[in-house]
């Protein structure tokens, strides 16, 4: 039943979507993404921009925060070092492959090479636009060292050199909303 729901509410939303949507448009690109995320088993939300260079290239910011309980009886500095563990700040370089794979306008496949605050790796998505503004996106990513922060081996003190973020994977599902273009008044 939820499976028959879901491709209703599909079919409706890509019906009623400007036929004229673009999911990347270059250098004129400017895009918020606000979603939700799991890195390893922690659960969190994410923001992010993604600013165009060119058809091929975008560069933007990542901020992230988890959800996970504290344990009790916490003194000040470790209920400090407990909400650091929690968030990371990344800045990314993506490439997108619609144009050079001659994709429809609305759909944008893209790869991503992330550097923040405790972590280094990878990512690839894709963005799906159904108007001129609103689009979604699914994005899975890596981590393949830490940056700053070393990784933390499991079961380690969740103290604050604790890293939530080194050597896990990550999967993102949200929305993307288009905040500038030149061609906002009428897309190709």
Known sequence: ????????????????????????????DKKIFL??????DK??????????????????????????????????????????????????LRFHFSESLKLSERA???????ISLKALGAHAGFKYNF????GIYVQAGHSFSGSFWPASPDNSYEGFGYNR???????SVGLTINIFSDSMGGYR
């Open 131 to 134: 108007s001129e503004t609103l």
């Open 43 to 92: 659960f969190g939300i994410e923001l992010q921009n993604d600013d165009g260079i060119n058809d091929l290239l975008s560069y933007g910011g990542r901020l992230i925060f988890l959800f996970s309980k504290d344990a009790e009886n916490l003194d000040d500095f470790d209920r400090w070092a407990s909400a650091f563990s929690k968030f990371d700040i990344a800045a990314f």
């Open 1 to 28: 039943m939820k499976r028959l729901l879901s491709i209703i509410l599909l079919c409706a939303v890509w019906g009623s979507a400007n036929l004229y949507a673009q999911a990347y448009d270059g250098s004129t």
């Open 108 to 114: 944008d496949p893209y790869l991503g090479l992330d």
């Open 165 to 171: 973020f080194a050597k896990k994977t990550s999967i």
């Open 35 to 40: 979603g939700a995320t799991m890195v390893g």
